[in-house]
């Protein structure tokens, strides 16, 4: 039985609120975003956090929202963020804040808990990757402290051992999991410490806010 791509909340290091992403009917996704509330007014509507970058975030909602809205959004740490309400699609949301927000510091307390979800990390950086003799150049289109979905136009099969370089960090061995579309998701052997993660996230959004 082929396993399936596991979607969660995406955090990601970009000052830009997430825009609405296109999806194909036929895709399917086991979903496990994080919980939040927000609150319009007096009232006050669970939704689930898809995802979360320092200008805003992509919710879906059980309610509706008209465009322009102001609202607070609440995560499950009880931080309350404030911002407008951009657009709206079918049960989608897109939230411009009033002010930027730190995601690395959000990502570093949402570890919290007896049993917490690894938060996956938007990134825009390459990396080799060695399965067996063969040695290539992937993109990495996000990260956590278990795994990675990478790009490639090479085709790894569910269950390859492989070992992949992120710059900045030592190498993580690991096995391919899934592959889709020309996207595959890693699983790492051991889970890179937080401190570690965090420290690199942060070297990346420096990197990426530097001029060329």
Not at 115 to 138: F, K, M, Q, S, W
Request: glycine residues 10%.
């Amino acid at each position: 039985m082929e396993e399936q791509p596991v979607e969660t909340t995406l955090y990601s290091l970009s000052d830009n609120a997430p825009e609405p992403v296109e999806r194909r009917d036929s895709e399917r996704h086991l979903t496990l975003f994080r919980v939040g509330s927000v609150t319009i007014g007096e009232r006050r509507e669970l939704c689930l956090i898809k995802n979360i970058s320092a200008g805003g975030m992509m919710i879906r909602l059980y309610c509706s929202i008209a465009e322009g809205t102001p609202v607070t959004v609440e995560l499950k740490s009880g931080q309350p963020i404030n911002g407008n309400i951009g657009w709206t699609r079918d049960q989608n949301a897109g939230i411009a804040f009033d002010q930027p927000i730190d995601v690395i510091d959000i990502l570093s307390t949402s570890m919290d808990g007896a049993r917490p979800r690894v938060p996956r990390v938007e990134t825009d950086c390459y990396a080799t990757l060695r399965d067996g003799a063969n040695v290539i150049r992937v993109r990495i289109c996000d990260v956590s402290q278990g795994g990675a979905k990478i790009a490639s136009e090479a085709v790894l099969p569910p269950g390859a051992d492989i070992v992949i370089g992120l710059p900045g960090l030592e190498p993580q061995r690991g096995i391919a999991c899934w592959s889709k579309d020309g996207f595959t998701g890693i699983t790492f052997n051991r889970l890179i410490p937080l401190g570690e993660l965090v420290a690199w996230l942060q070297q990346q959004r420096e990197e990426q806010r530097s001029p060329n």
